[in-house]
């Protein structure tokens, strides 16, 4: 199935609330247990690129007391949702910053993270090597890197399937944006030639469920 790109922010209000209220447990979860073994002993300093309303950078510092966490997005509608949580865990707060800002982005360079994390942003840029080459310039020789996504099907038919196992009853904003980011998504053999491409090959690509890959691994 060809790819079809989709719009790289989510900065409508309406858009923005139906994925902050939305049940995404199960993926966030998920997400949490990749990341456990890859996690570094002690403080840490980790970015989370493409945070959206911010619920795994949130989900993370509260798993990691020892961590500061930055979240970066380019939607401010979205990072309205993470900024209300802080606001009501003044410890917290202590811990995370949330930035609104789009990739690539020079305020990252030579940052030297000891984590960087994305969930659900690789299929929504229009060139993925943007992420490669932040991932690349912002963290430190040996920092943990964990990126989740959706993999693109391989038929429209497999696409609906999933749409129908997964957002029947989700709102129609929803799952008219699940489809269209399964149609965005990149497929394995794709992520790795980019993983190849970006001259990053102390990391990892595997499915991790039905629908979604994972990139993981060490920076050599």
Known sequence: MKRVPEPELMDDEEQ???YAEADFSEPNERFLELFRPLAPGGPFRALDLGCGPADITLALARAYPQARIQGLDGAEAML???RHALRADSALAQRVELVCERLPSPRLARAGFDAVLSNSLLHHLKQPEVLWQTLRGCARA???VLVMDLARPGSPTAADRLVAEYAADAPEVLRR???NSLFAAFTPDE??????????RGLSVAMVSDRHLAVSGRLD
């Open 177 to 179: 944006d699940f489809r």
């Open 80 to 82: 309205a949702f993470g």
């Open 191 to 200: 992520v790795r030639a980019q993983l190849v491409d970006a001259n990053l």
């Open 16 to 18: 923005a609330r139906a």
């Open 142 to 144: 040996g920092a943990a």
